[in-house]
């Protein structure tokens, strides 16, 4: 027998469907709401509103679990790599051999920037902030990448426009960095793995392969995070048919922000400053809990995690092994170990159940691969590129998608006469 919900409003009773997920989770389906009771929900930050069913990864905040397709992120990040990973999120199931050599092919071949794109990126200035050019660059794909701009894309177009754009981003991204430091940008080397190749088209000569595998890892844990601000505007951009370039463009956007991915590089900074200061991190602490300081401690904190977020753990303990195995000593790890602990034995944030999340220690292993700290975002987006482009490839698949377009309780001044300017 399904499940239903009663709302009981002005002395009437509504009956609403209740969604049963495959992990047991329940919502209360309220479309028909507005058109039986008259009444809207409203709920800021969307803390208890899911947009959409999504089979593409799942998360439990109380019990630190994230699965991308059912797989769970620890076994991933030990066992797959990144662009194995993007297939799964993409196609819902691990590859073959052939089905992982063939996609990544097509990345490879798609790595090169059109010349326009990378005069788009040159003409920025050395200091722009990499998101700025990571942003523009993507929705500027959509000027030389015509066939991809369609408001229906086929099947296949929509699983071409996935390669083109993984392989892209990976230009994008390696290109602003040289053109920041006044170098030539390095051509893609198809003969690389992603991540090799990545870190050849930033800094040249050939790659440590403990370097390529904890990008790898990292970008592996980056990969999705179901509806998260950054995947949601994309899903909303999406939702007018807007082309993948300006949904993804609008993603990156979102991802900038110090609340979401731009905390990595806050983190970082925030840990210089605690450097500088003497290293003492009381002060930081007491900050982040005065309500009169807007300080918060960067990288503590998740809407959905209210246990430890699993990839911070995973990330903690590649920070310790990536780091002896390149020879770098940092002493920003350990003060953000001494924070962590401080804060975890702490009450205020014990009491509003803050641990550390992914973007706590993410830095420090970027840090020592060489990656700029202002570039720390762009890397978040070079993970999350794979999820936001199979969310938006679910969205655009799903037959109950419409435009979003949410609804407001108005609050302003009632209906009044327009008077002339010399009355008023
Ligand atoms: C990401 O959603 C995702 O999945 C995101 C992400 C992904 O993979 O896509 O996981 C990536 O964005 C991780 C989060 C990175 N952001 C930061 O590290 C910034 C610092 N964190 C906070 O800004 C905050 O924790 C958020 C934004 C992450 C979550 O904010 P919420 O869910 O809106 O919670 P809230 O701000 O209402 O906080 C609840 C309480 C408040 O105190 P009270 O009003 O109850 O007294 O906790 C306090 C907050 O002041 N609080 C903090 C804090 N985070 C929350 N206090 C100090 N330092 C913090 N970091």
């Known amino acids: 027998m399904s ?5 009981e409003v002005d002395g009437k009773v509504f009956e609403f469907p209740v969604l049963e997920g495959s992990e047991k989770e ?18 800021h930050g969307f803390m208890n509103t899911g947009s959409c069913a999504s089979g593409i990864t799942f998360l439990d905040g109380e019990l630190g679990i994230l699965r991308y397709r059912g797989y769970p992120i620890e076994q991933l990040a030990e066992k797959s790599s990144f662009i194995e990973v993007s297939y799964l999120l993409v196609y819902g199931e691990l590859p073959t051999a052939d089905q992982l050599k063939s996609f990544s092919q097509k990345i490879a071949d798609n790595s090169k920037l059109p010349e326009g794109a990378g005069k788009i990126i040159d003409a920025f ?3 722009a902030h ?7 660059t993507s929705v500027a794909l959509s ?15 929509k699983e071409e426009v996935i390669a083109l754009m993984l392989g892209q981003f990976k230009s994008i ?5 040289r053109r920041s430091q006044g170098l030539e940008p390095i051509a893609s080397n198809p003969a690389l793995s992603y991540c090799e190749d990545f870190m050849s088209m930033m800094f040249g000569g050939k790659v440590n392969a403990e370097v390529a595998k904890a990008l790898d890892i990292l970008l592996i844990l980056h990969a999705d995070h179901e509806q998260n601000c950054s995947t949601s505007t994309v899903r909303v951009v999406g939702s007018s048919n807007a082309n993948v370039f300006a949904s993804i463009s609008a993603g990156i956007d979102a991802l900038w922000g110090p609340l979401h991915g731009g905390a990595n590089q806050e983190v970082l900074e925030m840990l210089a400053e605690i450097k500088k200061a003497g290293g003492d991190h009381k002060k930081a602490l007491e900050r982040a809990k005065d309500k009169n300081d807007d300080f918060k401690l960067m990288g503590f904190g998740h809407r959905v995690y209210k246990n430890f977020d699993p990839r911070a753990k995973i990330i903690k303990k590649a920070c310790d092994s990536i780091l002896t195995q390149l020879g770098v000593k940092d002493e920003l790890l350990d003060i953000a170990k001494g924070l962590e602990q401080e804060a975890l034995a702490d009450d205020y944030f014990k009491s509003r159940n803050l641990y550390p999340n992914v973007d706590f220690y993410s830095g420090i292993i970027y840090r020592a691969l060489g990656i700029p700290t202002n570039m720390f975002t762009v890397m978040f987006a070079l993970g999350r590129m794979p999820g936001w482009l199979s969310q938006w490839k679910e969205m655009r698949e799903t037959k109950e998608t419409k435009i979003s377009r949410p609804r407001q309780v108005y609050v302003g001044s009632p209906v009044r006469e327009y008077t002339a300017i010399n009355k008023r």
């Open 143 to 157: 000027a030389f990448h015509h066939k991809y701009t369609s408001a229906n894309p086929s099947a296949a177009e």
């Open 3 to 7: 499940l239903k919900a009663k709302i």
């Open 125 to 127: 200035p050395k200091d």
């Open 130 to 136: 990499p998101m700025a050019v990571a942003s523009a």
């Open 173 to 177: 991204a390696a290109h602003q960095y």
């Open 26 to 43: 329940k919502a209360i389906d309220i479309g028909k709401l507005r058109a039986e009771s008259g009444y809207i929900t409203i709920d």
